[in-house]
C-alpha cells in the first residue's frame, strides 16, 4: 500500500470509527468528533484549567459502544467527571460497567473526552459550573455527529453523565438553549444543581444522589425539582440514604482533592434499575430488548 492510500484510509478509520481499543469486544472504536459552537464560540477559550490555550475549532476524541446488529440503534451520549478518561478506574468501574449494561438492552454508548483534547487535567477544584456549559456543546457535537451514523437512530440519543458531567446534563437540557436536534431524555448522576435550582428542562430528566453526598448536596436538587411547574417535563428525583458521591464506581472509601468519594452497593443495583427503566419509559428500549 502507498503512503497516499495508507493515510487515506488512516482518515477514514479516525472519522468513521473504526480504530478498535484493547480489552472490549470489536464492537468498540474510537472517532474524532468535529466540536460545534453553542453556549461557547471557541473549542479552547484561554480558561486556567486549559492553560490559557485558545483555539477556534478543535475535535472530541469520543469512544464508541456498539450493541449487536446492523441497527440502526438508539445511543446515549456519556459525560464522564470532574478529573476527566485519564484514570483507568474510570473506564473499568464507571464507564464499561454502564456501557455494557446498555449493550445488553440494545443501545450504544458513546463517551465524550471533554479534557484530554484541550488540555485539561481537572476542574473539580475550579470552573466547575463554567465547565458544564461549555461542555454542554461537546454533548450536542457528540448527539449530531451520532445522527449522522448510518447505524444509529438519530431519533433515539440520550445524554447522561456523572457528577460534573451530571451537572453537565442539567446545563444540555436546559429550557433556555435553543437547539435544532434536541436528546429525547437525560440521566444524572449526582450532579451539583446548584446552578440550575429555577431551571426548567425541554426533556424528561432522571437525577440519582444520595443523601450522604458532601460533595453535591442533595438540597439544591430537591429545591430544582421543587421549581419546576406542572407543565415542565418528567423530573424524577432519586435519592439513596447512604449514597456518598460516585456511589456507582467500586471503589474504597477515600479522599481525593477535598472531595469525599464512596461505594454503595445497594445504590448501584437500583440506580441501573431506576435507569433501565426510565430509557424504557422515553423509547430508548423496547419491550423484547436485552434481557
Given at each position: ?36 459552537p ?76 471533554s ?16 465547565w ?95 421549581a ?12 439513596y440514604?447512604?449514597?456518598p ?15 469525599r ?31
Amino acid at each position: 500500500m502507498n503512503l497516499t492510500a495508507r493515510a487515506r484510509g488512516l482518515t477514514a478509520a479516525a472519522l468513521l470509527g473504526a480504530v478498535l481499543l484493547p480489552g472490549w469486544t470489536s464492537a468498540q472504536s474510537t472517532a474524532q468528533v468535529p466540536w460545534r459552537p453553542g453556549n461557547a464560540e471557541s473549542f479552547q477559550a484561554g480558561a486556567v484549567e486549559e492553560r490559557r490555550a485558545r483555539s477556534t475549532h478543535g475535535s472530541l476524541p469520543v469512544t464508541i459502544y456498539r450493541p449487536a446488529g446492523e441497527g440502526p440503534s438508539p445511543f446515549v451520549v456519556l459525560l464522564h467527571g470532574c478529573g476527566g478518561l485519564k484514570h483507568e478506574s474510570m473506564w473499568s468501574r464507571w464507564v464499561q460497567p454502564w456501557a455494557e449494561l446498555f449493550r445488553e438492552r440494545g443501545i450504544g454508548t458513546a463517551v465524550v473526552d471533554s479534557f484530554g483534547p484541550r488540555g485539561v487535567d481537572q476542574v473539580c477544584t475550579s470552573g466547575v459550573a463554567a465547565w458544564a456549559i461549555r461542555r454542554a456543546d461537546d454533548a450536542y457535537s457528540a448527539r449530531a455527529w451520532l445522527a449522522e451514523q448510518p447505524w444509529v437512530d438519530g431519533r433515539r440519543i440520550a445524554v447522561m453523565g456523572m457528577s460534573n458531567g451530571g451537572r453537565t446534563v442539567l446545563a444540555t437540557l436546559r429550557t433556555t438553549l435553543k437547539r435544532s436536534e434536541p436528546f429525547v431524555a437525560g440521566v444524572a448522576l449526582y450532579p451539583g444543581c446548584q446552578s440550575d435550582v429555577a431551571s426548567t428542562f425541554y426533556a424528561p430528566l432522571l437525577v440519582l444522589i444520595g443523601r450522604a453526598d458532601t460533595v453535591t448536596p442533595l438540597r439544591f436538587c430537591e429545591q430544582m425539582k421543587a421549581a419546576q411547574p406542572d407543565s415542565a417535563p418528567e423530573l424524577k428525583l432519586v435519592v439513596y440514604p447512604r449514597g456518598p458521591h460516585t456511589f456507582d464506581m467500586t471503589l474504597p472509601d477515600r479522599t481525593l482533592l477535598g472531595m469525599r468519594l464512596g461505594y454503595d452497593d445497594d445504590a448501584t443495583a437500583d440506580a441501573r434499575r431506576q435507569v433501565i427503566a426510565f430509557l424504557t419509559a422515553h423509547g430508548l428500549i423496547s419491550g423484547n430488548a436485552g434481557r
